[in-house]
């Protein structure tokens, strides 16, 4: 079928973070939404179709966990990623976070070290400090327009005794990349090496643009995949988030069994049969929408990008590789972070992500989410112009 990614929802008055809550978390309740990693779209026809039965039903008792789930697991990773998976590997978790928090919980001690690479998706300091260890930043490096992994600085990292885990996040929260084989198998040396231990988040893995392949930390060798357990879903890809649903990835059974044994002690990991059913649709069904997504989001991104580099030069667009978070460069403009914040969500009232929440490394920079109908990144690109134009470092200041 053809899925009409232009047709807008109102998701006002719904319960949604995204639309209901920008006052709260953003500051503004008149900016347009375009923050958390969540899509305007409706999720695909068989996922809608799955929870209709579902809730027709009118009984959503206790679910168990049948085969369907992790058959249609194993069938996506094989699909999208060419990566072949035993059912056996695949654990259901309500959503990928609870694995960050439990692998530090399980794998270290307080005051031991995590590793990850800011600037980086913030949920992920919070699985660190507020378990009582310590952030090892091997901060990425912007060069050229690109960000890169700095290989010196991880190996010092690495090498020392209190660093047990580090967070890969593939494709990278906010920065866009799809790191590369080569890049996955220098990580993946040093932290084995090392005795570090990967924990991969590839929630953004289906969002990949032409150019680019995504590539699962565990899928580069066999002693890559021992020592490390990914998180992956639908969430992101059909737009199930609020459904809880995931699942989580080992090969190696004693760190199986040691992480989910936490996963299970205070009973946090429950099915959700709403959840159950639509994971298994999208996962099963799934890619007739996920390739006519990504046609639309390089759409946007590319309205985006045009409309930036014709009217805002000053505001830089990260070319990403993949998801559709979009990583704003607002340097030129001089703001300090609190000016800058003002200037999106009071003058443009635009709702986005404030860089400085992912690390001091985002400090001058913005996190835009595009995965949303086109009309709205129009109107946000109209809003942005106005404020832009009516701003000291506009036009006005040249003519
Ligand atoms: C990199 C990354 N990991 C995890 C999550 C959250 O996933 P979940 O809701 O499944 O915990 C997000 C959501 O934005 C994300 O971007």
């Known amino acids: 079928m053809k899925y009409e990614f232009d047709r807008l929802v109102d998701r006002r008055g719904t319960y949604s973070t995204k639309w209901d809550n920008v006052g709260n978390r953003i500051g503004n309740p008149n900016a347009l939404p375009m923050w958390v990693a969540d899509m305007d779209f409706p999720a695909p026809q068989p996922v809608i179709e799955a929870v209709r039965r579902r809730a027709e039903s009118g009984i959503y008792g206790y679910a168990f966990l049948p085969p369907e789930f992790r058959e249609a697991t194993v069938r996506w990773m094989q699909l999208r990623h060419g990566w072949d998976i035993s059912q056996g590997s695949v654990l259901y978790i309500s959503s ?32 660190v400090e507020n378990q009582g260890r310590v952030i090892s930043s091997n901060s990425l490096l912007l060069r050229d327009g690109r960000y890169e992994m700095d290989f010196e600085d991880l190996e010092r990292r690495a090498a020392d005794p209190r660093a047990k885990i580090m967070f890969l996040c593939n494709p990278h929260n906010p920065v866009g990349r799809v790191f590369s084989r080569e890049e996955l198998e220098r990580v993946g040396e040093i932290c084995l090496r090392n005795h570090v231990l990967v924990i991969s988040d590839e929630v953004h893995s289906d969002f990949i643009y032409p150019g680019h392949k995504h590539i699962p930390m565990a899928s580069v060798s066999a002693e890559f995949a021992a020592n490390t357990i990914t998180a992956v879903s639908p969430s992101k890809s059909f737009n199930t988030a609020g459904l809880r649903a995931a699942a989580m990835i080992t090969f190696q059974d004693e760190l199986r069994d040691r992480i989910h044994a936490v996963l299970q002690n205070d009973r946090s990991v429950s099915i959700s049969t709403f959840g159950l059913d639509a994971y298994i649709a999208a996962y099963s069904g799934g890619e007739e929408y996920m390739d006519q997504l990504i046609p639309y989001l390089e759409g946007n991104i590319h309205y985006l990008d045009h409309a930036l580099k014709a009217g805002m030069p000053k505001i830089k667009l990260i070319q990403p590789e993949g998801t559709y978070l979009m990583w704003l460069d607002c340097r030129e403009l001089g703001l300090k972070d609190p000016e800058l914040d003002h200037f999106f969500t009071d003058e443009a009232e635009v709702g986005l992500d404030k860089g400085f929440w992912f690390g001091k490394e985002g400090s001058g920079f913005m996190r835009m989410n595009v995965a949303c109908q086109r009309a709205t990144i129009e109107e946000a690109v109209r809003r942005m112009q106005r404020a832009y134009d009516a701003s000291d470092f506009g036009p006005c200041q040249f003519g």
Request: hydrophobic fraction near 50%; charge should be neutral.
């Open 96 to 127: 990928i976070l609870p694995v960050l928090f439990a692998a530090v919980q399980t794998f270290t001690e307080p005051g031991d070290k995590i590793i990850l690479q800011r600037p980086v998706y913030y949920p992920f300091f919070q699985a």
